[in-house]
């Protein structure tokens, strides 16, 4: 298209949140900054100054106590076009992605069991004998509670109007608590209407046809896209608005602003969106049985005594370096993920009060000329990674068909996004 763009990042590294490298033990993790250690226990954070960049907009966060990191990746896709344009930046080894949960069976022990529920997970905690999926769907019938109007009014109506409550009570319940700091009641039915009730023994986390992982890493993807294109500049360590205000930035023509769409509005006087972060607390494991502190490499801890969401193991995934492969890395890194109110912004909080203000602030991204908002934050809605570049590309079709920079659909018509898992 013969068009040059500058990339401005705070960060000092290219990638955002999908940055990843090889750390000192040798396994590859997400980024993180180590900062001085106290006890897990005591881990803090705060919240340090907004940041942007022309690209992408985001809210810094720092631990004082533990580990900044941005969590783990997993790239799944339906749709042909998305997948045939990563192929073009690495290379990809399939990985189909299984999480488990340490949940309370019909006697309060825990056991740990596929997430979603299959007929293996309700075999274990109810001491069923589910063979088949007509079985399996005939469990479910026997437990379903039909919402009191005929249609789900929130979030409890939806999760037991889809599993019933043994399922809702022990896995969903809390574990929606302490990931939105609201119980299933108080959010949009959409969240827990998404609930996958599987039939089968088929304990994959996704159902797409393509699952993978990159090869080398999700950092090589960014370096093959951006660092041998002469048109792309990068300018890190840089904050947007302050160079903004400071009149430091080159003249451009257009914006493409994926930051959090109320951030840019701030002096619009306009209430804030609410947003969930995770704080993430890192931990070295010197010498786990059988190199693993862990069955799989998320498992997620549902029940209301535990206060993190779900543990991360990376040395799981296969695009592991291969000294890890070969074993010879004998320790292991895991992450407690706690959710939080403060820090990066990651999951829209889905209910009337933020959907109804997100329309308000949609119609002044309307209005502003020479600006495209694009992407999770900016569009107030969680997109998985293969809807949001499908969402870009689809900008790219409409700058060559109509000459313009905009989004061709609105967000909520690529339908639910994983959201936490």
């Excluded at 993180?32 to 005591?42: G, I, K, L, T």
């Excluded at 992408?56 to 045939?84: E, M, N, P």
């Excluded at 990985?95 to 309370?104: A, C, I, L, S, T």
């Excluded at 799989?296 to 549902?302: G, I, T």
Aim: proline fraction near 8%; glycine fraction near 6%; charge should be negative.
């Amino acid at each position: 298209m013969g068009m040059t763009s500058l990339v401005i990042d705070v960060r000092d590294h290219i990638g955002g949140n999908c940055y990843d490298y090889v750390e000192e033990h040798g396994i590859r993790s997400s980024k993180y900054v180590h900062q001085p250690r106290a006890p897990p226990s005591s881990c803090e954070q705060r919240t340090c100054s907004a940041y942007a960049r022309v690209l992408s907009f985001r809210c810094h966060q720092s631990l004082l106590t533990c580990i900044f990191r941005y969590g783990a990746h997993l790239f799944h896709t339906k749709f042909q076009r998305v997948w045939d344009y990563v192929q073009e930046f690495s290379q990809w080894m399939p990985f189909d992605h299984r999480v488990k949960g340490m949940v309370p069976d019909k006697e309060g022990v825990k056991k740990l069991v596929p997430i979603p529920p299959t007929q293996a997970t309700v075999n274990e905690l109810f001491g069923e004998n589910i063979s088949s999926e007509a079985e399996m769907q005939a469990w479910y019938d026997s437990q379903r509670v039909l919402p009191p109007s005929g249609e789900a009014a929130n979030g409890e109506e939806a999760a037991l109007s889809r599993v019933g409550p043994l399922l809702y009570e022990r896995i969903f319940k809390h574990y929606t608590k302490k990931q939105w700091d609201k119980y299933p009641a108080e959010l949009d039915a959409s969240v827990l209407m998404r609930l996958p009730c599987r039939t089968s023994t088929d304990d994959r986390y996704f159902g797409d046809e393509w699952q993978a992982l990159p090869v080398n890493g999700y950092t090589r993807i960014f370096e093959n896209m951006l660092l041998n294109d002469p048109n792309i500049t990068l300018r890190l360590g840089v904050d947007f608005f302050a160079a903004k205000a400071a009149g430091k930035l080159p003249e451009y023509g257009m914006l493409v602003y994926t930051g959090p769409i109320d951030s840019y509005f701030a002096q619009q006087g306009m209430p804030k969106l609410e947003y969930r972060s995770i704080r993430f607390e890192e931990i070295w494991v010197p010498e786990p049985e059988d190199g693993f502190f862990q069955e799989a490499m998320v498992v997620n801890y549902p029940s209301a005594d535990v206060p993190f969401t779900r543990i991360v193991e990376y040395k799981h995934v296969p695009n592991q370096p291969e000294e890890v492969k070969r074993g010879e890395v004998k320790g292991t890194l895991i992450a407690r993920e706690y959710s939080s109110a403060e820090g990066d912004p990651y999951y829209p909080v889905p209910n009337p009060e933020n959907r109804a203000l997100y329309e308000r602030y949609r119609e002044l991204a309307e209005k502003e000329e020479g600006v495209c908002f694009v992407g999770r934050l900016a569009s107030y809605k969680y997109f998985n990674m293969d809807q949001a570049i499908l969402n870009a590309l689809e900008i790219y079709d409409n700058y060559k068909e109509a000459g313009k920079f905009a989004p061709k659909r609105r967000p909520e018509d690529f339908g639910p996004g994983d959201g936490p898992k």
